[in-house]
């Protein structure tokens, strides 16, 4: 299994603002590691396998935490949504709340997923700025220099 760029905890502290009442459960490892398979790795490349030596381990934590705690965020917001139990899939309510409309989550889905991907491109930057200080990175294996994306189509 791929080492994890962060924990449920800096998910929570960075993504939701340390939220105490946030069910750290729903976190998971296999999340985690989802956002950092689907968004992460297509970006940096060999970046990700070198998390634990100088000069990486540094760059994950100042350039890439807040970005990938904000995709996993991103993951998480339908299930954070609903409660699946022995009852079936479930709308949390509460007496004071009212659930958000499908058009609301869209939106701040898309807020969130527009901000990680900014956060990921400032990280980016940091890389082209200094090749003889990230050596492992070539810009190549970066699947954003190689396709573009207008409207949500893939190009």
Same mark, same amino acid.
């Given at each position: 299994m791929d080492k994890l760029m962060i924990t +449920? #905890?800096?998910? &929570? =502290?960075? +993504?939701f603002g340390g939220d +105490?009442? /946030?069910?750290? =459960? $729903?976190?998971? #490892? +296999?999340t985690i /590691? =989802? =956002?950092q398979t689907k968004f992460v790795r297509p970006v940096l490349g060999g970046v990700c396998d070198k998390l634990t030596s100088a000069? @990486? %381990?540094?760059?994950? $934590?100042?350039?890439? $935490? /807040?970005s990938l705690a904000l995709y996993v965020k991103w993951l998480l917001m339908p299930e954070l949504l609903v409660e699946i139990g022995a009852s079936? &899939? &479930?709308v949390r309510s509460c007496e004071d @709340? &009212?659930?958000a409309s499908p058009e609301e989550l869209r939106l701040l889905m898309q807020r969130l997923r527009s901000e990680a991907d900014a956060l990921?491109?400032? %990280?980016?930057?940091? /890389?082209? $700025?200094n090749p003889t200080l990230y050596k492992e990175y070539d810009p190549h294996d970066n699947v954003r220099n190689?396709?573009?994306i207008v409207g949500g189509v893939i190009i």
């Amino acid at each position: 299994m791929d080492k994890l760029m962060i924990t +449920a #905890d800096e998910v &929570v =502290a960075l +993504a939701f603002g340390g939220d +105490a009442h /946030l069910d750290r =459960a $729903k976190i998971s #490892d +296999a999340t985690i /590691l =989802a =956002a950092q398979t689907k968004f992460v790795r297509p970006v940096l490349g060999g970046v990700c396998d070198k998390l634990t030596s100088a000069p @990486y %381990a540094n760059f994950i $934590k100042e350039w890439v $935490k /807040l970005s990938l705690a904000l995709y996993v965020k991103w993951l998480l917001m339908p299930e954070l949504l609903v409660e699946i139990g022995a009852s079936g &899939v &479930v709308v949390r309510s509460c007496e004071d @709340y &009212v659930g958000a409309s499908p058009e609301e989550l869209r939106l701040l889905m898309q807020r969130l997923r527009s901000e990680a991907d900014a956060l990921m491109d400032r %990280a980016v930057e940091e /890389l082209d $700025k200094n090749p003889t200080l990230y050596k492992e990175y070539d810009p190549h294996d970066n699947v954003r220099n190689r396709t573009r994306i207008v409207g949500g189509v893939i190009i």
